[in-house]
């Protein structure tokens, strides 16, 4: 079976890939995919001659919004490829993630919940930074034509509209993955923390003020 981590961003969050790629490779020798949402030349080229990307993957632009491309390249690259996991560049990633691609289920989507959100909202989340798949899962297309119609905040919340219509849906599309392959910045506050989590994924603004820091102190 071949298998690949996928990620992707645009002009503004390239500023985090070099980062990003030089973690994933301190830990992890599965080749990595890069898709790109529209960044500068001078990522473009460094993505080309220097990164190591065992692929790249470039999509048609319809919108300024990198987030929009997300499913797309998911879906694109699940057509290549007979596993893949999906990485957002805000996530550090601190051990080997390819023990993910043992967890998965045929055409369904492996996630991680996100339970402080789940805990504020009252209904289950599950936090897109980190998203494996097996094949392409039939959702893949409601969720590329949803971003396309519907205006959302981003790839995450256009998911969850189209699960929360049905509870069965999310159990028949949605595999829940083990926290530690997503350990949200939010859960830090919540007080939860954990010594054997794999990937740190520092949301929102303040997480990407957290990333500057750490950049700058390596």
């Known amino acids: 079976m071949h298998k690949v981590f996928l990620t992707g961003c645009d002009s503004n969050t390239e500023w985090m890939l ?66 893949i996991c999906w990485l957002d560049t805000d996530i550090q990633v601190l051990g080997n993630l390819s023990s993910v691609f043992d967890l998965l289920e045929d ?56 699960l929360r219509v049905n509870p069965l849906k999310r159990l028949a599309n949605v595999t829940d993955l083990p926290n530690q392959y997503n350990w949200l910045r939010i859960q830090l506050l919540d007080g939860e923390d954990s010594p054997n989590k794999l990937a740190m994924h520092w949301t929102g603004h303040k997480g990407k003020e957290q990333i500057r820091k750490l950049m700058y102190n390596e």
Request: charge should be positive; glycine fraction near 8%; hydrophobic fraction near 40%.
């Open 18 to 83: 070099p980062w990003f790629i030089k973690n994933f490779k301190k830990h992890n020798d599965t080749p990595i995919v890069f898709a790109d949402f529209g960044v500068g030349p001078a990522t473009r080229a460094w993505v080309y001659q220097v990164s190591g990307f065992a692929d790249i993957l470039t999509l048609d632009k319809q919108t300024q919004e990198g987030w929009f491309y997300k499913p797309s390249a998911m879906y694109t690259a699940s057509t290549k490829y007979d596993a």
């Open 107 to 162: 055409n369904k989507l492996g996630m991680v919940e996100d339970r402080s959100w789940s805990a504020r909202r009252g209904e289950k989340w599950h936090n897109t930074g980190v998203v494996a798949m097996k094949g392409t899962p039939n959702i893949m297309h409601e969720w590329i034509n949803f971003v396309r119609k519907h205006k959302a905040r981003g790839d995450q919340e256009a998911l969850h509209e189209i």
